[in-house]
């Protein structure tokens, strides 16, 4: 099977397209035959050897769609034939198969596309738990989704929307903003206008936002806690540096700024997140938006373009 491999760190260019021996289930293991993988920004982190990665050579990539292939001693939950999605895998997803721990396998529902299903682990997995373990969401209260056109911030306009709350999103692009209001924002802000933050307050009456999913906190956490309602939390989501705040503008608002992460979600908030977007594939209230697909010889210029500003849904890697 081919795959793509990475033997040192360094740019998109360390990531080549090989030919590896094909994967073997152990035991509580399964063997997907991938027709999709997300690309994510953690990906390029992972690759440029600033985040933790596995040992050379390594095959990235978390997400994935495909098709149970083989089953390891012991795997109860999915049937060889069946179609999955994957949220983590123990090989990497950037490849014609992905070994997985069973937990880390979910069925896909019908009527979700390969691409669809390769966009769900990482993106709407920290969507959702932004939103409603860490930030603790209710109905009616409203969000600002700063950074609403890409993976994370498109799977948040839908979680939000659908379970009732007011949603204003932000985009750099004409492109980025027309599709967060598509998604069901219901104002969308350009995060490079002079003003908007003003703007934020001014369609809020004044009040300001119960909370903000912040998916670059370097450049907004300051400028997000002036805009916070009494009580409202920022989630940071990404982060690419350093920033200064004032904060007696979260003190004032008696405000709280949490971090979120996927990886830190126990075994049992995980089941939840992945129970919970089942329930939203299958009603219909989540549809991940797909903005390009490539080839998996593709994946140095994936890693460029996940970067570049102008996001527009997903990415996604076809082997
Ligand atoms: P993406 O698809 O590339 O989208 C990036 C988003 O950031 C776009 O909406 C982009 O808008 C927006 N952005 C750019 N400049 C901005 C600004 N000045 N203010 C507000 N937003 C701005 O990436 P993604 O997959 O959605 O991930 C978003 C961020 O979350 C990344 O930093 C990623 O590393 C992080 N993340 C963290 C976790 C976690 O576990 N904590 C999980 C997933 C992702 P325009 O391109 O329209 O300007």
Known sequence: ??????????????????????????????????????????????????????????????????????????????????????AGTLSGAYAQQTLCEEAQVHPLPLGISWAQGASLGIPYGIAYR????????????TVLVHGASGGVGTAAIQLAR???????????????????????????LDH???????????????????????????VNLGKDLKVLAPGGRVV???????????????????????????FGATPQ????????LTAGLENGTLRPVIGRELPLAEAPKAHQKVLEPGAYGKIILVP
Request: charged share 20%.
């Open 192 to 218: 490079h206008a002079p003003a908007y933050m003003e703007e934020v307050l001014k369609l809020t009456g004044g009040r300001g936002v119960e909370i903000i999913l912040e998916m670059l906190a370097n």
């Open 236 to 262: 940071v989501i990404g982060s690419r540096g350093p920033v200064e705040i004032d904060p007696r503008d979260a003190l004032s608002r008696e405000g709280a700024i949490l971090g979120a992460l996927i």
């Open 1 to 86: 099977m081919q795959a793509i491999c990475v033997h040192n760190f360094g740019g998109p260019e360390v990531m080549r397209l090989e030919e590896m021996p094909s994967l073997q289930p152990g035991s509580g293991q399964v063997v997907v035959r991938v027709k999709a993988a997300g690309v994510n920004p953690v990906d390029t982190y992972i690759r440029a050897g600033l985040y933790a990665a596995p040992p050379f050579p390594f095959t990235p990539g978390f997400d994935a769609a495909g098709e149970v292939e083989e089953l390891g001693p012991g795997v109860s939950r999915v049937a060889v034939g069946q179609k999955v999605y994957t």
């Open 130 to 141: 932004a939103l409603f373990q860490r930030a603790r969401a209710l109905p009616g209260e």
């Open 269 to 276: 908030e995980y089941a939840g997140i992945h129970a919970a």
């Open 162 to 188: 659908a379970a009732g709350l007011r949603v204003i999103g932000t985009g750099g692009t004409p492109r980025g903003r027309e599709l967060a209001a598509q998604q069901g924002a219901h104002q969308v």
